[in-house]
C-alpha cells in the first residue's frame, strides 16, 4: 500500500470515528419516545405476531423493517442502548457512501472527504441515528444503492449489476419511498448512460428487482387499501424552503425571517459555487428534486409531508454544499471567499447540535423511567392507570401490571371513566385533561397531584370502603381537660421516589369524642440545616383532622433545598386558637405511655 492510499484510509477511518463518537454520544441517556417504543415492543416481535397482529395491516413500512428489528432484538435484547444501536449502525454506512459517491461523481477527494465531515456532524442524521426507527437504516443503505447503480452503469458488468440489487432490495424492503430514487436512476440512464448495452443489463436488473419485490409491492397494496392517511402534515410547497431545506441541513427550523432569508442564501451560494461543475450539479439537483416533487405529489393525498420523508436526499445537498465550498482551480480568486458563507448552516447545526446534547434543552420524549420510579413506588397492583393520551412507550416502562386503560377522542370522558370509578379503589390520571379531572374529583377523593419530567400525575381515590393504611398503629392524642380526643389508627407514606422526591402522607383517623374545641393536625418534616444554615422545617397545609383518611402534602416545592442527611417525619395536634408548641396535644402509645407533643412516623434519608 502506497504512502497516499495509507493517509487516506488513515483520515476515512477518523471521520468515521468521529460520526461513530457522535452517535454513540449519550445514546441512552434519553429515554424511549412513543413511535421508538412501538417499534421495540411491535415491529421487532416474532414474524408470526407481526402477521397475526391488526396493526400490521396498516402499518406503512415494508416487511424488511420488521424482519431486521426481530433479528437484532433477537441477538441484542431490547434495550434502549441496545435497540438504538442498530439504526446507529445504518447510518454509519452513510459515511462511506457519501465519500464513495463524492469520488464517482467529482472525482475529487477533497469533496469526498468534506461531504463525509457534513453527513458525520449532521444533527439531523444524528438524532435519527440514535432513534428506533427505519429512517437512519434507510438513509445509509439507500445512498448505497445508489452508488452501486452509478457504479454498475460505469462498468457494465454483471456483477456490479447484481450487487445494485441487493443493495437495492434492502433499500425497498426497509422504506417504500425508496421507489422514489429508482425513478432518479432511470432517469439518470436517460440523461446521463444512454448505451444501449447499459441500458438493457439496467432493465434485466430491474426486471430481477421486480421478481424479488413482490411480497414488497403485495404489502403495499394492502397498506394502500388499509385507509392509511398519513400522520404529520399536509402539502404545503413554501414549506420546501422555510422548513426542510433549514432541517434537513441544520437539524432543526429557523426563526423568521432567517427561515426564508438563509435558504434563500444557500441555494444562491451552492449556485455560484457550482457554476463550473455544471452537469454535476444538476444532477444531483435532480437527485433532490425528483422525490421531493414526488412527495408533494404524495402529500395531496395523504399527511406524509414531513423532511424526514426525505432524508435520502441529504447525501445530495451535502456534497452539492462540500462541491460548493472548494474551488476548481487551486489559483486564488476573489469569488472563492463567497462560498465560505455556506457555513453558516454547519455553525448553526452544532449549535443545533449542542443543544440535542444538553441535558437542559428539549429532549424528544419524556422522563418515563421517572414515571415508572414513581408509580412502581407509589400505586399498588390493583390500582387503575388512566393515560390521557396512548403512548406505547407506557408499556415499555411500566411492567408492574397495574391495569390501564387510555381516553379515547371524540368519546364522553364521564362515559369512559363512571364504570371504572365504580370499580377501582384508586385511580392515577397521568396527563391533564379537565374533563377526566372535574370528573374524578367529583366522584372520588382527589389525594396527590405531581409535576415532574414533564408529566403530571393526579391520583384519586374511593370515598366509599376507605382503603387500609400501609402501617396499622394505635396512638391517641390527649387534651389534658377534655380527655381522648383522636386516634390514629394507621398512616400511609407516599414518596419520595427516583421520580419525585414530593411525600404525600395519609392519616387515618378515628374521632372518638365529640370536639367542644377546635384542632388542627400537622405533618412536620424536619432535618439537619440547609445550604443557607436554616434548618429544615416543611410542613403540610395544617387542617382539622378529618374522620377516615386525611392527606398532608410535604416537598412539593422543587426549588427547596435539601441537605443531605436524615429527616424526621413527626406529626401532632393542637388547637386551632393556640398554634404554640405549649399548647400541643400530649401522644399516648397503646399503653399510654406519654410520647411527647409529637409523633415520629419514620425517618427519610436524603443523599
Not at 419524556?366 to 407509589?378: K, Q
Request: aromatic fraction near 12%.
Amino acid at each position: 500500500m502506497n504512502q497516499g492510499r495509507a493517509r487516506w484510509l488513515l483520515v476515512m477511518t477518523l471521520v468515521l470515528a468521529l460520526a461513530f463518537v457522535l452517535r454513540a454520544h449519550r445514546l441512552d441517556s434519553i429515554p424511549l419516545r412513543g413511535d421508538e417504543a412501538f417499534a421495540v415492543r411491535y415491529w421487532a416481535s416474532s414474524p408470526a405476531d407481526v402477521l397475526d397482529s391488526e396493526w400490521a395491516a396498516s402499518e406503512p413500512h415494508p416487511v424488511g423493517t420488521y424482519l431486521s428489528f426481530w433479528a437484532w432484538k433477537s441477538a441484542a435484547g431490547e434495550s434502549e442502548f441496545a435497540m438504538r444501536y442498530l439504526p446507529l449502525l445504518g447510518n454509519l454506512l452513510g459515511v462511506a457512501a457519501v465519500v464513495a459517491l463524492g469520488r464517482r461523481i467529482f472525482h475529487d477527494n477533497r469533496i469526498a472527504l468534506l461531504g463525509a465531515l457534513l453527513w458525520a456532524a449532521n444533527p439531523f442524521l444524528i438524532w435519527h441515528a440514535q432513534d428506533v426507527r427505519n429512517y437512519a437504516l434507510w438513509s445509509g443503505v439507500s445512498p448505497l444503492a445508489l452508488w452501486l447503480f452509478l457504479r454498475a452503469a460505469d462498468s457494465n458488468r454483471p456483477r456490479d449489476w447484481a450487487w445494485y440489487v441487493v443493495a437495492e432490495v434492502c433499500a425497498l424492503y426497509l422504506f417504500f419511498l425508496e421507489a422514489f430514487l429508482l425513478v432518479v436512476q432511470a432517469l439518470y440512464l436517460l440523461a446521463v448512460r444512454r448505451s444501449r448495452p447499459v441500458i438493457q443489463r439496467a432493465v434485466m436488473a430491474w426486471l430481477v428487482l421486480g421478481l424479488l419485490l413482490i411480497p414488497w409491492l403485495l404489502q403495499a397494496w394492502w397498506v394502500s387499501g388499509s385507509g392509511y392517511t398519513g400522520t404529520v402534515r399536509d402539502a404545503n410547497l413554501p414549506d420546501l424552503l422555510t422548513w426542510f431545506l433549514p432541517v434537513l441541513l441544520t437539524g432543526g427550523e429557523l426563526p423568521s425571517p432567517w427561515h426564508t432569508v438563509l435558504p434563500l442564501a444557500w441555494l444562491a451560494l451552492v449556485a455560484w459555487g457550482l457554476y463550473r461543475r455544471a452537469w454535476r450539479g444538476m444532477w444531483l439537483a435532480g437527485w433532490i428534486l425528483v422525490p421531493t416533487a414526488l412527495l408533494l405529489v404524495a402529500a395531496t393525498r395523504m399527511s406524509v409531508f414531513h423532511p424526514r420523508y426525505l432524508i435520502t436526499v441529504t447525501p445530495a445537498l451535502l456534497l452539492m454544499m462540500a462541491a460548493a465550498l472548494l474551488p476548481t482551480t487551486r489559483r486564488w480568486q476573489p469569488g472563492n471567499l463567497l462560498p465560505l458563507a455556506l457555513l453558516a448552516m454547519p455553525l448553526i447545526g452544532f449549535s443545533t447540535l449542542a443543544d440535542y446534547y444538553d441535558d437542559d434543552g428539549d429532549t424528544k420524549s419524556p422522563g418515563w423511567p421517572d414515571l415508572a420510579a414513581y408509580l412502581e413506588a407509589r400505586a399498588d397492583p390493583s390500582d387503575l392507570i388512566v393515560q390521557v393520551f396512548a403512548d406505547p412507550a407506557y408499556g415499555y416502562y411500566l411492567r408492574g401490571g397495574n391495569p390501564e386503560f387510555s381516553l379515547m377522542n371524540g368519546v364522553d370522558v364521564g362515559a369512559q371513566l363512571r364504570p371504572e370509578v365504580a370499580f377501582y379503589d384508586t385511580i392515577w390520571l397521568v396527563g391533564r385533561e379537565p374533563q377526566a379531572e372535574a370528573f374524578l374529583a367529583a366522584h372520588m377523593q382527589p389525594i396527590s397531584q405531581h409535576s415532574f419530567s414533564d408529566f403530571d400525575v393526579l391520583q384519586y381515590r374511593s370515598w366509599e370502603g376507605v382503603d387500609q393504611p400501609a402501617i396499622a398503629c394505635n396512638i391517641t392524642f390527649h387534651d389534658g381537660r377534655l380527655g381522648e380526643i383522636v386516634r390514629l389508627t394507621g398512616y400511609t407514606i407516599q414518596g419520595p421516589d427516583d421520580g419525585t422526591r414530593a411525600i404525600t402522607v395519609l392519616l387515618y383517623w378515628d374521632l372518638l369524642t365529640p370536639q367542644a374545641v377546635d384542632y388542627n393536625a400537622f405533618v412536620h418534616l424536619l432535618g439537619p440545616p440547609r445550604p443557607d444554615g436554616n434548618i429544615l422545617w416543611d410542613q403540610g397545609q395544617d387542617h382539622a383532622p378529618a374522620p377516615g383518611r386525611d392527606v398532608f402534602h410535604l416537598l412539593d416545592d422543587p426549588a427547596l433545598e435539601l441537605a443531605p442527611g436524615a429527616y424526621t417525619l413527626a406529626i401532632g395536634l393542637y388547637p386551632a386558637a393556640d398554634p404554640s408548641a405549649d399548647a400541643r396535644l400530649s401522644v399516648l402509645d397503646s399503653g399510654d405511655d406519654d410520647l411527647g407533643s409529637s409523633y415520629q412516623l419514620t425517618t427519610i434519608t436524603f443523599n
